[in-house]
């Protein structure tokens, strides 16, 4: 079954909103005969721009956490880890989206 695009809209809101998967924005519409798999395929849609690629990955490291980066790093081989005092702070820099 084919999505309007206010149809689009409306999962895509709900997802960014909510933070909702399939099961609950179907909860969202009733009304609606969507299969699940389908739902998913339309927030998870694929990159059609540079800038939509930039701007998914800014998203994304947004969201990482400090600590997870710290526990991979801890998690390193003794020899691959860096020398005391060389990396306090991991980060990355995106200079090359700008």
């Known amino acids: 079954m084919p999505f309007t695009s206010d149809d689009r809209a409306a999962i ?3 997802r960014e ?3 909702s998967g399939a099961k609950r924005i179907l909860r969202e519409f009733p009304n609606k005969q969507w299969p699940r798999i389908t739902v998913r395929m339309v927030y ?7 800038n939509d690629l930039k701007e998914k990955i800014l998203h994304c490291w947004g969201k990482l956490n400090q600590g997870l980066i710290d526990g991979a790093i801890d998690q390193c ?7 005391e005092g060389t990396l306090s702070n991991v980060s990355l820099s995106f200079e090359f989206l700008n």
Do not use: A
Request: proline share 10%.
């Open 12 to 14: 895509k809101l709900v």
């Open 17 to 19: 909103e909510k933070g």
């Open 44 to 50: 998870q849609d694929s990159v059609t721009s540079f």
């Open 77 to 83: 081989e003794p020899s691959s880890k860096p020398k």
